[in-house]
């Protein structure tokens, strides 16, 4: 079936959304000829408000709708331990669960010597500037266990390291409740380095 423009120029820019194939583009469009007019038009202002209104956060680099986040912004939050992750959406992750209450500083990506990702490329200048001018006492790195991840922990520490300032990582392991017959080989030599002692 060939649908009329306006819908087939919706089903193209579903389709540019991840994870969304055909079928399920023409699905989302067809349901929204069904929403009421002011859904589709708050529908149509948040879009656009997004991409107009949503910058970084002048400190953390967290996405922001002013210069600086809710987070940075919160007079509450223990100001001495900033925790590193590589993108704003794993920020949102610690707040689901609310117990962590110090600050964040996003990267922006990881040190990739393959990928032409070198320190310069991401946002660790001003994570040494912030440590400089804030009293950091703690930085817990918080990247994904991968080589990449690894190597943006260690780059970290080595620049830090005569700072004093505590640097901690996240504990990386077997989750509870896994089969050890599916757990891969990086994860299973982590957890056997990051073991600890049963008291």
Not at 110 to 124: G, T, V
Request: aromatic residues 4%; proline residues 4%.
């Amino acid at each position: 079936m060939i649908y009329p423009t306006p819908i087939q120029n919706l089903i193209e820019c579903y389709k540019k959304l991840p994870g969304i194939g055909e079928k399920s583009a023409e699905r989302m469009a067809l349901k929204s000829l069904e929403l009421d007019q002011d859904i589709i038009e708050l529908f149509s202002k948040s879009l656009i408000d997004s991409k107009t209104k949503v910058k970084r956060c002048k400190k953390c680099n967290n996405l922001a709708d002013k210069d600086l986040c809710g987070i940075c912004n919160d007079k509450t939050r223990d100001k001495t331990i900033i925790c590193v992750v590589q993108e704003p959406k794993n920020i949102i992750q610690f707040e689901k669960n609310g117990f962590y209450k110090g600050m964040y500083h996003v990267l922006g990506g990881l040190i990739s010597p393959l990928d032409n990702i070198n320190p310069d490329d991401i946002n660790l200048a001003t994570l040494i500037t912030r440590i400089n001018d804030e009293k950091i006492e703690e930085v817990i790195i918080a990247v994904k266990p991968s080589i990449e991840g690894e190597t943006t922990s260690l780059y970290i520490s080595q620049v830090l390291k005569n700072d004093n300032i505590k640097i901690s990582k996240l504990a990386h392991g077997i989750p509870l409740g896994a089969d050890m017959d599916y757990i891969d080989a990086l994860t299973l030599e982590m957890a056997l380095e990051e073991r600890r002692e049963v008291v």
